[in-house]
């Protein structure tokens, strides 16, 4: 696997977030089957900037904690089934790793829903790493059986890896 991180914005969380990011994408991959290597870029940006991202690609004009770009197209949610008839557009052709998508994460978001939701950031930055893993997978939360089924998935991910609350 390959993780790109990228800092736009001061990271001042105190745990090594490199090293958890990596853990966390790892462990959801394996514990989703995804039969490949994968690509996957990280950005760690400012609220000015992920609000600015979010009007620009969702056309919603203000600040959301995360945001998930999937580079893939699913017949279902976490149907990998199809990825090599398209070989040209999802895999990396110097790496042979497929293009799994991108995340962007606004690092103040973290601080403060972990304050407001009582945990620690460790844990509020594995659950947006996991809520966006889902998405590149395929998964969505627009129905509410499709958030039922998703926010159950995130739980047991985060259990299963002793990230708790």
Known sequence: MTLSVEAETDVNFPFDYEA????VILYTIEREGFPYEAEINLTLVDEATIASINRDYR??????????????????PGDFSGLEEDVIDNF???????????????????????????????REFAFLIVHSMLHLFG????????????EN???KILEEMNILR
């Not at 497929?98 to 460790?122: S, W």
């Not at 998964?139 to 998703?150: I, Q, R, S, V, W």
């Open 59 to 76: 056309q919603i004009d203000r600040v959301t904690d995360v945001l998930s770009f999937p580079m893939l197209s699913y017949a279902a």
């Open 20 to 23: 958890l990011a990596n853990r």
């Open 92 to 122: 990396n052709p110097d790496t042979g790793e497929v293009l799994l998508g991108d995340i962007v994460i606004c690092v103040p978001k973290v601080f403060a829903q972990a304050e407001e939701f009582g945990h620690g950031t460790e």
């Open 139 to 150: 998964y969505d939360h627009m129905e509410p059986e499709e958030a039922t089924f998703m």
């Open 153 to 155: 998935k995130q739980k």
